[in-house]
């Protein structure tokens, strides 16, 4: 059973618009949220985090926006650029029990066209 | 810094073989982590070590999966015998202490079992 839910495998935008990645989670206890990108043949890399005290965060062009009562958060690209064609993965984890271990979701193929 | 290196970057190998994936952790990191990225299940964590002893394998699939961390610099992922089914990108990860909810990835290993 997935805890954590990317339903869009993949996502295709026109380069300088907005890219918008979800991500649902099922687990109340998580508290911690992060997403990672991978590009083909590399390992995945961390982006961006936000933790359940707040409910956004922004780092350059990314920001991630956090609906607790919904258990849903998103990932906001803008404006896309087609350097930011990858594998974004959606991880949550738990702080509150001591183990920070993320779970990973399958992942969304973000392609942005020039 | 090199990075997390694993080796070897892609195997071939005949069901019923051995198999043995190799990680170096960045030095200094205490957790290493060992994961399994397929289509259906995205990223999975099969086991992860704290200062090379392990601490949660409930993830490693079967007996046929082992994995040991002889000192803090090198550590082992073997399936034995291997099976079709065991096809996809192994990936390893560490993280210092505290703060390892931030992975830090290796290019991975993809697995083909014919």
């Known amino acids: 059973d997935q805890q954590v839910k990317q339903n869009s495998p993949s996502l295709s935008v026109q380069e300088g618009r907005i890219s918008i990645l979800n991500c649902d989670y099922t687990?109340?206890?998580?508290?911690?949220f992060l997403w990672y990108k991978k590009y083909p043949a590399e390992g995945p890399t961390f982006l961006i985090s936000?933790?359940?005290?707040?409910d956004k965060n922004e780092d350059g062009r990314f920001t991630v926006f956090l609906n607790k009562s919904a258990k849903h958060l998103s990932l906001h690209i803008v404006p896309s650029q087609p350097g930011d064609s990858a594998v974004y993965f959606c991880?949550?984890?738990?702080?509150?029990?001591?183990?920070?271990?993320?779970?990973f979701g399958r992942g969304t193929s973000l392609i942005v066209h020039p | 810094d090199a990075g997390v290196i694993q080796s070897p970057r892609h195997e071939v190998t005949e069901m019923g073989q051995e198999v043995t994936l190799r990680c170096k952790p960045i030095?200094?990191?205490?957790?290493l982590f060992w994961y399994r990225q397929t289509m259906m299940r995205g990223l999975e964590l099969l086991i992860y070590?704290?200062?090379?002893?392990?601490?949660?394998d409930s993830g490693m699939p079967e007996d046929r999966f082992s994995a040991k961390m002889p000192n803090a610099s090198f550590s082992t992922l073997k399936i034995q015998p291997s099976e079709p089914r065991d096809s996809a990108v192994y990936f390893c990860?560490?993280?210092?202490?505290?703060?390892?909810?931030?992975?830090?990835f290796g290019s991975g290993t993809q697995l083909s079992v014919l």
């Open positions: 990860a560490s993280s210092p202490d505290p703060g390892y909810e931030k992975l830090f």
């Open positions: 687990n109340s206890m998580f508290d911690y």
């Open positions: 936000i933790s359940s005290i707040k």
């Open positions: 991880a949550a984890s738990t702080t509150s029990g001591g183990s920070y271990i993320p779970t």
């Open positions: 030095s200094g990191h205490d957790y």
């Open positions: 070590f704290n200062n090379n002893v392990p601490i949660d």
